[in-house]
């Protein structure tokens, strides 16, 4: 599956709280991306990496920001938590260049009571 | 930005029967387009793709066409089988050089009944 791995893959947190989910991967893809899907959006970009320390916002960011520190590792932080942030959110990476095709990790499903 | 709109969102198929799901796009300068499978708590999985200087690509019973004067592509799965059953997605995403920022169909529920 693409050498892509999330973590955690599940977890509860009290609205407030801020979180952190970690995207790795083994591929050294140069991009990296974080979905969000909810019933009846599809799958909405949070933010994406085009390289280290080179990000930028996707259509739904508000409340979240993200990190890349290491070629392999992408992080999603959740700053304060809220209801509305209760979602199922995959990692993606692509090869960049003219290999566009997309590959998505397992997800992570938040739940922000 | 770029819109996708996907058709149905649901659709029911008898084994054996043809389906078709339906999506348009608003940003002409889009010029690939992937189609994602997703099984039940699973991630998604790319199944087939197309690029905009192709008409039609088929890989066995799963084809894409995609029609760049009235933007729009769809989705044929011939022969339907019980494992086809699961949530696709098209989606759409402008040249390398721009991320490759796919943008997302609402998805459609395909259920094939035996």
């Known amino acids: 599956d693409a050498g892509i791995t999330q973590s955690p893959r599940h977890k509860v947190t009290e609205t407030g709280t801020p979180v952190t989910l970690r995207c790795h991967q083994t591929?050294?893809?140069?991009?990296m991306y974080w979905y969000r899907q909810d019933p009846g959006h599809g799958l909405r970009l949070i933010h994406y990496?085009?390289?280290?320390?080179?990000?930028d916002k996707g259509e739904v960011s508000d409340g979240y920001s993200v990190s890349r520190s290491k070629t392999e590792d992408f992080l999603l932080t959740l700053e304060s938590a809220t209801s509305s942030q209760t979602s199922v959110y995959f990692c993606?990476?692509?090869?960049?260049?003219?290999?566009?095709?997309?590959?998505f990790g397992p997800g992570t499903r938040l739940t922000v009571t | 930005g770029e819109n996708v709109e996907q058709h149905p969102s649901t659709l029911s198929v008898q084994e054996g029967d043809s389906a078709v799901i339906k999506c348009t796009y608003s940003?002409?300068?889009?010029?690939?387009f992937p189609w994602y499978k997703q099984e039940l708590g699973k991630r998604p999985q790319l199944i087939i793709d197309?690029?905009?200087?192709?008409g039609e690509k088929k890989d066995q019973r799963i084809a894409v066409t995609l029609n760049k004067t009235a933007k729009h592509f769809s989705l044929h799965i011939t022969e339907t089988q019980p494992e086809d059953s699961a949530v696709y997605f098209c989606?759409?995403?402008?040249?390398?050089?721009?991320?490759?920022?796919?943008?997302f169909g609402t998805g459609t529920r395909l259920q094939v009944t035996l």
């Open positions: 993606a990476i692509n090869a960049g260049g003219p290999l566009v095709e997309q590959y």
């Open positions: 591929e050294n893809h140069r991009y």
């Open positions: 990496s085009y390289g280290v320390k080179d990000t």
């Open positions: 940003d002409s300068a889009s010029n690939y």
């Open positions: 197309i690029r905009s200087n192709v």
């Open positions: 989606a759409a995403s402008k040249p390398p050089g721009t991320a490759s920022k796919l943008t």
